[in-house]
């Protein structure tokens, strides 16, 4: 477990008690290394997310513990008018303990809903999961997968894992002004199948006049191209243009599908858990640079118009798209002046689907995640929610 581990456990060791970690993930009788070959995948893997749920809980209430006002001697040097009463400062220590435990809860349940949700659909994807420093959470898988998602959620991306992931746990610096930090390695949102091809093509064939206005129309000449029988990236937009919304929308929409980061561009370096007064805990990605002048121009047509949607349209696109609403909300919330996602949105959509198919008529019966919606009563209320991803084994080509 590394050094860091050797220093909790021989603290835990001089005080007469048991590391938790030594005591919990393996019995006695065997050893770490014995013990971890009798574990399938699946049982691995949640073990060790149980390990880390537990450790990220304890060091982020201990850290909250010691972000108290003032210590004794701070209080000494204060006058009297300054100085809070010992019950005050008792109950801004239990506050800041109990906002840490809630932004560490929220980081956990996006962790643990995306990786459960991978042994759901594949239970021999993983092929190993440890503990390692900082603390952090390292899960191997036997290769690279790739998941859809379901299209009425209008995400203009796929999500890739790679071999190895790790989430590593920063703590802040200061609660709560500072936000908890889950640094990620492994996790990238690509473009949808024909995206980067399209975008290359209407380039070329523009020029200075590449625009989302003269691209939309490029688009309607040449969608035919694109099968809905095989095009994921027709359907995602067939699937918004069937409101009959306005030009300009379907323009903006495309335009964002179109410029959607290449593989390698959209990986996430980091996300960003925020107590923000009264919408309690939000949460904010922070991606990997690319590298090379192109890629740059383009991440700049994505920035602006990501900030564009979120100033002009979230109200409404919470009701008709929340799940790419909150995407977009946690990697540019801030950028547009706005609150981050809602961790429970963003927790929901990298979980896995629990049932799905085609629809019934008209280009629906091509999708196979058609049907991937919440159960809801007559009365239009849920009663039942499920994740938004399917999984693919590894090899399987979105078209």
């Given at each position: 477990?590394?050094?860091?581990?050797?220093?909790?456990?021989?603290?835990?060791?001089?005080?007469?008690?048991?590391?938790?970690?030594?005591?919990?993930?393996?019995?006695?009788?065997?050893?770490?290394?014995?013990?971890?070959?009798?574990?399938?995948?699946?049982?691995?893997?949640?073990?060790q997310l149980d390990a880390f749920g537990a450790l990220g809980a304890a060091v982020v209430r201990e850290a909250a513990a010691c972000a108290r006002p003032e210590s004794t001697a701070e209080r000494a040097q204060m006058s009297p008018a300054t100085?809070?009463?010992?019950?005050?400062?008792?109950?801004?220590?239990?506050?800041?303990?109990?906002?840490?435990?809630?932004?560490?809860?929220?980081?956990?349940?996006?962790?643990?809903?995306?990786?459960?949700?991978?042994?759901?659909?594949?239970?021999?994807?993983?092929?190993?999961?440890?503990?390692?420093?900082?603390?952090?959470?390292?899960?191997?898988?036997?290769?690279?997968?790739?998941?859809?998602?379901?299209?009425?959620?209008?995400?203009?991306?796929?999500?890739?894992?790679?071999?190895?992931?790790?989430?590593?746990?920063?703590?802040?610096?200061?609660?709560?002004?500072?936000?908890?930090?889950?640094?990620?390695?492994?996790?990238?949102?690509?473009?949808?199948?024909?995206?980067?091809?399209?975008?290359?093509?209407?380039?070329?064939?523009?020029?200075?006049?590449?625009?989302?206005?003269?691209?939309?129309?490029?688009?309607?000449?040449?969608?035919?191209?694109?099968?809905?029988?095989?095009?994921?990236?027709?359907?995602?937009?067939?699937?918004?243009?069937?409101?009959?919304?306005?030009?300009?929308?379907?323009?903006?929409?495309?335009?964002?599908?179109?410029?959607?980061?290449?593989?390698?561009?959209?990986?996430?370096h980091s996300l960003e858990f925020h107590q923000e007064a009264e919408n309690g805990v939000t949460v904010t990605a922070r991606r990997r640079q690319p590298l090379g002048a192109a890629l740059q121009e383009q991440m700049a047509i994505i920035d602006?118009?990501?900030?564009?949607?979120?100033?002009?349209?979230?109200?409404?696109?919470?009701?008709?798209?929340?799940?790419?609403?909150?995407?977009?909300?946690?990697?540019?919330?801030?950028?547009?002046?706005?609150?981050?996602?809602?961790?429970?949105?963003?927790?929901?959509?990298?979980?896995?689907?629990?049932?799905?198919?085609?629809?019934?008529?008209?280009?629906?019966?091509?999708?196979?995640?058609?049907?991937?919606?919440?159960?809801?009563?007559?009365?239009?209320?849920?009663?039942?929610?499920?994740?938004?991803?399917l999984w693919h084994k590894p090899g399987f080509q979105l078209s």
């Amino acid at each position: 477990m590394g050094p860091w581990h050797s220093w909790r456990c021989a603290s835990a060791k001089g005080m007469g008690q048991s590391c938790w970690p030594c005591c919990n993930l393996w019995p006695t009788s065997s050893s770490p290394k014995e013990y971890k070959k009798k574990r399938p995948g699946q049982e691995l893997l949640q073990e060790q997310l149980d390990a880390f749920g537990a450790l990220g809980a304890a060091v982020v209430r201990e850290a909250a513990a010691c972000a108290r006002p003032e210590s004794t001697a701070e209080r000494a040097q204060m006058s009297p008018a300054t100085q809070i009463s010992w019950e005050e400062q008792w109950l801004r220590w239990i506050n800041a303990m109990d906002l840490g435990e809630e932004m560490w809860s929220a980081a956990f349940n996006l962790i643990e809903s995306l990786l459960q949700g991978v042994v759901e659909h594949l239970p021999e994807a993983i092929s190993d999961a440890q503990m390692g420093d900082g603390p952090s959470l390292i899960v191997q898988l036997h290769s690279e997968l790739m998941g859809e998602f379901a299209t009425r959620s209008r995400m203009g991306a796929q999500i890739r894992l790679a071999e190895e992931l790790r989430f590593i746990l920063h703590l802040p610096e200061q609660f709560p002004q500072t936000p908890l930090i889950i640094e990620v390695n492994g996790l990238d949102f690509p473009a949808l199948p024909g995206a980067v091809e399209l975008r290359d093509r209407l380039v070329d064939s523009l020029g200075s006049n590449f625009n989302r206005a003269s691209a939309f129309q490029c688009w309607q000449k040449c969608k035919e191209d694109f099968p809905l029988q095989t095009s994921k990236l027709r359907r995602v937009h067939e699937s918004l243009a069937q409101y009959y919304l306005p030009q300009y929308v379907a323009e903006k929409a495309f335009w964002g599908y179109l410029n959607a980061p290449p593989g390698g561009c959209s990986g996430v370096h980091s996300l960003e858990f925020h107590q923000e007064a009264e919408n309690g805990v939000t949460v904010t990605a922070r991606r990997r640079q690319p590298l090379g002048a192109a890629l740059q121009e383009q991440m700049a047509i994505i920035d602006e118009l990501c900030v564009e949607v979120l100033l002009q349209d979230r109200f409404l696109g919470e009701q008709f798209a929340p799940s790419s609403m909150n995407f977009l909300a946690m990697t540019h919330g801030h950028a547009a002046g706005q609150k981050g996602a809602d961790p429970k949105k963003i927790a929901k959509l990298m979980s896995a689907a629990k049932h799905w198919g085609p629809g019934t008529e008209g280009w629906h019966r091509f999708d196979e995640t058609w049907t991937c919606t919440d159960q809801k009563d007559w009365f239009g209320r849920t009663i039942e929610e499920q994740g938004r991803i399917l999984w693919h084994k590894p090899g399987f080509q979105l078209s």
